[in-house]
């Protein structure tokens, strides 16, 4: 994770050093190399991935391409031949060599070719496997309880809810899909039976019915749709709406979820495609409401084999949280969501410094220091994300570039950045899943 987080960083500080990539092609620097002659004057190679391709505009208007993310930049003295590089990587890319236009027309030749000013190459790739990325299979854990145990069968919960005193307390998204699975709703719960004891399970009139060996259990389900309201309408209009599309989103695929920068990011589903992946972000919502509310109606239904939260940012700036008491409520949530949900990887996004918000970097600096230090003892299901660093000048200051003039939410071009970043974590997570 240190490893990631580091290079992610140089890629950041490598983007706002070059502006974006639109800086002037005529740039031209005197005599900074004692060894040359006074006036001699120096050249910048840069050195592009070329492959990131979305269109994406400033804030003061101007457009341009964010495929040109630096890879490396030399500088040389006087007009001479340049060394090659480092090929650089690309996951199922091979690398073809340097070029001298996007278009990958003409290919540099270090042995022939010379620097004459400043010069901008382009990496080309061919295709290495058939399909950029593919989402790997979901592998359901076991059912299989071994024929020793001293029962036949054995039901921990319901769509992440857990069964206690054989009642579950469910919001209305697991009500609409155990009522659509009304005949078979096996595959909505986390159990175990024996291969001996065929285990089967229906719903009706507000019972799952487990028939196992001849005899009936019956589990209560009990409409807690109350219990997990959110006291802001607004907020529980959105999480209503998401409600109402729970048959058409499925089980085991992967959750976003938590405040505006999720809700937001509305080309997250084809961003990360072919990932399947459902956003069910709520602008403005605090750690407190996705653990007691949000998490019950928006994500444990869905049995997502991941998900990827942001959260916390409004307990630092609309609560106004001290960063003790937004940690403890953000171990509790971190806690909470692994209990309910054991089989399901987590991702947190680390909360991003925002340009119009200097006040509250410290907070966030120190919430950010305490979840990566409670990563360390939870790396088996949670993974950290920091793609806050790669919207950072080489200053230490956000670059306002990557956010909307409010100086909070994050512009076309810093969604670009911040979710190419997640989509890679995900990739990462679902290949080791």
């Excluded at 998900?307 to 403890?328: E, M, P």
Aim: charged share 25%.
């Amino acid at each position: 994770m240190y490893n990631k987080i580091k290079i992610l960083g140089i890629v950041g500080l490598a983007v706002s050093s070059m502006a974006l990539g639109l800086a002037n092609n005529s740039l031209v620097r005197v005599g900074a190399d004692s060894r040359e002659e006074p006036g001699t004057i120096e050249h910048r190679i840069d050195f592009y991935y070329n492959y990131l391709r979305q269109e994406f505009t400033l804030s003061n208007g101007t457009k341009g391409k964010g495929n040109n993310l630096l890879y490396k930049t030399v500088t040389i003295s006087g007009e001479h031949q340049i060394t090659k590089p480092e090929d650089p990587t690309r996951k199922n890319y091979e690398f073809d060599g340097w070029y001298k236009e996007e278009s990958c027309k003409n290919e540099w030749n270090f042995t022939t070719d010379v620097v004459l000013k400043d010069t901008r190459l382009y990496a080309k790739w061919s295709v290495a496997s058939a399909e950029e990325i593919t989402e790997p299979p979901y592998t359901p854990p076991s059912t299989v309880l071994e024929e020793s145990a001293s029962v036949d069968y054995q039901v921990d919960s319901v769509m992440n809810f857990k069964i206690s005193n054989d009642e579950i307390k469910v919001s209305k998204a697991a009500l609409l899909k155990l009522e659509d699975s009304k005949d078979n709703v096996l595959p909505l719960m986390e159990y175990k039976a024996k291969n001996s004891k065929p285990l089967t399970a229906t719903f009706a009139d507000n019972k799952i019915t487990l028939t196992c060996n001849g005899t009936n259990k019956v589990i209560n389900v009990k409409d807690a749709s109350e219990d997990y309201r959110v006291n802001n309408s607004n907020y529980e209009t959105k999480a209503k709406n998401y409600e109402n599309k729970a048959l058409e989103e499925e089980s085991h695929h992967v959750m976003l979820a938590g405040s505006s920068s999720i809700e937001f990011w509305t080309s997250s589903k084809e961003d990360l495609a072919p990932i399947v992946s459902y956003n069910h972000g709520i602008g403005g919502t605090t750690i407190e409401e996705w653990d007691e509310c949000l998490n019950q109606r928006l994500v444990f239904p869905y049995k997502p084999k991941m998900v990827v939260y942001y959260v916390g940012i409004n307990n630092v700036i609309n609560s106004k949280q001290d960063a003790g008491t937004i940690w403890n409520n953000l171990s509790k949530f971190l806690n909470d969501t692994h209990a309910a949900m054991p089989n399901t990887k987590v991702q947190y996004i680390m909360m991003n410094l925002i340009p119009g918000y200097k006040g509250y970097y410290d907070v966030i600096n120190s919430v950010n220091a305490n979840v990566v230090q409670y990563q360390k003892s939870n790396a088996s299901w949670l993974t950290l994300i920091n793609p806050g660093e790669a919207l950072i000048k080489e200053n230490g200051e956000p670059n306002a570039a990557y956010f909307r003039t409010d100086g909070l939410h994050l512009s076309y071009y810093g969604y670009v950045v911040w979710g190419g970043i997640i989509k890679q974590s995900i990739l990462e997570g679902l290949e080791n899943y």
